[in-house]
């Protein structure tokens, strides 16, 4: 039985799905950076006002 689940992890089918799954977790990763910045920790903004995450808890 593990002789087979070799077998099948060596065909091109398990090595084009493993790179789906990679490239779909690369995507996902460097689009999440884009949308929600690099350290955003801003949770209200109104005019040129911000309040950080921080303040928020404090207050």
Do not use: H, P
Not at 13 to 22: D, E, G, N, Q
Not at 36 to 49: E, H, L, Q
Request: glycine share 10%.
């Amino acid at each position: 039985m593990l002789e087979a689940l070799r077998n099948a992890a060596g065909s091109w089918v398990a090595k084009a799905l493993l790179a789906l799954l990679i490239l779909s977790f690369a995507v996902w990763g460097i689009s999440g950076q884009m949308l929600g910045g690099f350290a955003s920790n801003t949770v209200i903004t109104a005019g040129k006002t911000t309040v950080s995450a921080l303040d928020y808890r404090l207050a």
